[in-house]
């Protein structure tokens, strides 16, 4: 006689009964009369039901069904049973649905960023972005106002306060920082403006027109004059650097043997550089023009590479704008406007559909999706008082966003 599964129910109530619904249509075998000193049925096997036609067909086939449904049919799906639990859980299913969520550490060319992470679990913290659900938390402070810059690495945020770089390590959990930094990169007599980090060096731009790099793992460090007057915004990829100053000019720097800190080509611009980058694809290509009409003013003050054709911009003028410079790079193929005419300073995406961007008044973050017109969710982190968002970095399960004094955490997993 064969027996109903572990983890499912052949009837309607705990102890079964003759007469009850299976789960998969008609009625449930009665038990069997036992006799004395039997020890009763043999555990049940992990499956949902030994008449159902369904666990006769191959794995492969169930997938194919399953890959029909949407995210809250597998949810329900995944309560009926645990084989079938098993079996709604796989990244392969939940794949093509992570891909159309936000955040969910897919690109647009479908790369998988997060691959440690089950692809489950970041639909169901996807949605905590969409809908704003999150627990906001302040991890540092510092007294004096600065304007300060980070990145993320791994196990680490990497945070620039005045003329340092300090390397935090993260809780477990990712929503803090521990207390004390685990290193220290110093160089500059003024502030650090900006820096990257890129193969386990980072490179910083300052106001005292300088630019440091330093080797993370090490003690190797580089220090060379680059520009007459503050260094905005720097880029390093494959053995060179570039660089924006106020003295209006952007120049490129070689860091290959013999000739480290050599500047190899500078651009005079007309007006102060604020941002700088380099196509992930090192083309060689020089683009001196984003754009025709912007008014005077206008300046762009982040710029993030998507793919090597497709990036964002922002600045003054209170406009994300999107890139294609496959198609034009005189006009872009789609823009956002601040709602509350504020600059941005700051701009991010997860490289697929979501855009996080940081206002010039109370500490202002807000969230977009890329296939809507509008803002989805604003974060207001400096009221009562006024801060512009320096700088944000986010991961799928938290942001971070630097303010002039604190640095501020959401942590969409703990809403």
Known sequence: MAWPPPGSSSSGSRGGGAGAAAPWGGKAAPDPPRRKGD?????????????SPLWALPEELLLLICSYLDAQALGRLGQVCRRLRFLSSRDLLWR???????????TQLGTDLAAGIPVKERVKVSQNWRHGRCRRETVLKWKCNLMPWMELDGEYLYLSQAENIQAYRLCPDGAGLQRHPQAIFSGHQEDVCRFVLVNSHIVSGGGDGNIVLHKIHGSYSVKFSAH???????DFQSGLIVSGSRDRTAKVW????????????TVQTE???????????????LLTCLGTDFHRGAGV??????????????GYD??????????????????????????????????NHMIASGS???????????????????????????????????STTHLYAALASALHVLDFTAP
């Open 318 to 351: 209170t406009y994300i704008r999107y890139w294609d410079i496959r198609t034009s790079t005189r006009k872009c193929v789609q823009e956002w406007e601040e709602p509350h005419d504020s600059a941005l300073y700051c701009v991010r995406s997860d490289k």
């Open 96 to 106: 093509r649905i992570a891909r159309g969520c936000l955040n969910s550490g897919f």
């Open 301 to 314: 003050l982040d710029v993030f590479y998507e793919t090597p054709s497709l990036l964002l911009s922002c």
């Open 228 to 234: 007459e007057q503050e260094v905005n915004c720097v």
């Open 360 to 394: 010039s008044y109370y500490g202002v973050v807000r969230l977009w999706d890329k296939r809507q017109t509008r803002c989805l969710q604003s974060f207001h982190l400096s009221s009562p008082t006024s801060s512009p968002v320096y700088c944000l970095r986010f």
């Open 39 to 51: 020890p009763g049925p043999p555990p049940p096997p992990p499956s949902s039901s030994p008449s």
């Open 271 to 285: 007006d102060r550089v604020w941002s700088i980058a380099i196509s992930p694809l090192l083309s060689g290509h």
């Open 254 to 265: 070689s860091l290959s043997a013999g000739r480290v800190g050599q500047c190899l080509h």
